[in-house]
Nanobody, 126 residues
């Protein structure tokens, strides 16, 4: 079955960087749209960045220019490089997979993705 396992979360000071990883298994990784989502306490889960089967990327306005989503199809790993972190980036971050080769700004809602990891916590202190 599809499995997604995130790692790389932690605590950093504002302005710092973190790189999240998500290892996928049980599916043909390079044919799926992959995404990163986040959810802070008391808030709805929101899309952060997605990457389609061709490597085309889409970002939420709040992270554009600071975060970079990428993937290694040989290793079945999805990445999220997060730079210039802000306290408002503090959240649980989730990796997700969509059984489609295509995704863009119109498919960044959580309900567009059928497979989820368990999440990794990111905490940014001021």
């Amino acid at each position: 079955q599809v499995q997604l396992v995130e790692s790389g979360g932690g605590s950093v000071q504002a302005g710092g960087s973190l790189r999240l990883s998500c290892a996928g298994s049980g599916f043909i990784f390079y044919t799926y749209c992959m995404g990163w989502f986040r959810q802070a306490p008391g808030r709805e889960r929101e899309g952060v960045a997605v990457i389609d089967s061709r490597g085309r990327t889409t970002y939420a306005d709040s992270v554009q220019g600071r975060f970079t989503i990428s993937k290694d199809n040989n290793k079945n790993i999805l990445y999220l490089q997060m730079n210039s972190l802000k306290p408002e980036d503090s959240s649980m971050y989730y990796c997700a997979a969509r059984r489609s080769m295509f995704c863009n700004a119109a498919t960044m809602a959580p309900y567009d993705y059928g497979y989820w990891g368990q999440g990794t916590q990111v905490t940014v202190s001021s």
